[in-house]
């Protein structure tokens, strides 16, 4: 079984300071990937960032990075220098290797204020 | 570039009525799924296709029925609408199967509610 965790449901911060989301998962497979998805108010959902579990390097995206603890199963999202823009919910996404379901954390609100 | 379309967008259905909300992508993508969107909850499976002809069940599929007769659609219909379906649905695709981690893709959601 996979499951993904998001223990925080709701974060405020302000424009241009740094935040973190934090996500814990669990999964009996070795081979798996782990996303970040954004859903802002309009509802669309957007990739932000992805790691893939056999990769050692944390994964980044411009303002947005991870901080991958494999042993600890933690998959944090760092977002950088706060923008308005930013304000949404963020998902924790699990996929293992050689499933076709990809698990979802209940969700953070992020509010960024001015 | 449509990538994946929902229609509609929004409805409402009386308890005990059914509907079909539809899923189409021009992507070429064998892997097509839907989710349901609840609050507190986050997004989860109903049912998923690797392929045309080939759907299997996520999470949570009681209620619903899908196929997939053609590459580019699936379909996912509600047989008796109950208002514990009140929900939002994304239907996603992908180029090929999830399990070697290909991105999955969105359509912007379907907003329905079960008086």
């Known amino acids: 079984a996979q499951t993904v965790t998001q223990s925080q449901p709701e974060m405020s911060v302000q424009e241009a300071e740094t935040v973190t989301l934090s996500c814990t998962y669990d999964?009996?497979?070795?081979?798996?990937?782990l996303f970040w998805y954004k859903q802002p108010p309009s509802r669309q959902m957007i990739l932000v960032i992805r790691?893939?579990?056999?990769?050692?390097q944390n994964a980044t995206e411009n303002r947005f990075s991870v901080n991958f603890q494999k042993a600890a199963k933690s998959f944090s999202l760092k977002i950088s220098d706060s923008q308005l823009g930013d304000t949404a919910m963020y998902f924790c996404?699990?996929?293992?290797?050689?499933?076709?379901?990809?698990?979802f954390g209940k969700g953070m609100k992020l509010t960024v204020n001015p | 570039n449509a990538g994946v379309t929902q229609t509609p967008k929004f409805q409402v259905l009386k308890t005990g009525q059914s509907m079909t909300l539809q899923c189409a992508q021009d992507?070429?993508?064998?892997?097509m799924s839907w989710y349901r969107q609840d609050p507190g909850m986050g997004l989860r499976l109903i049912h998923y296709?690797?392929?045309?002809?080939?759907?299997d069940q996520g999470e949570v599929p009681n209620g619903y029925n899908v196929s997939r007769s053609t590459t580019e659609d699936f379909p996912l219909r509600l047989l008796s609408a109950a208002p514990s379906q009140t929900s939002v649905y994304f239907c996603?695709?992908?180029?090929?199967?999830?399990?070697?981690?290909?991105?999955?893709?969105f359509g912007e959601g379907s907003w329905l509610t079960v008086v």
């Open positions: 296709s690797v392929g045309a002809g080939i759907t």
């Open positions: 790691q893939e579990a056999y990769k050692q």
């Open positions: 999964t009996s497979e070795s081979n798996y990937y």
């Open positions: 996603a695709s992908s180029y090929s199967g999830l399990g070697t981690g290909n991105t999955i893709y």
């Open positions: 996404a699990l996929t293992q290797g050689g499933s076709e379901k990809l698990v």
């Open positions: 992507m070429n993508h064998e892997y």
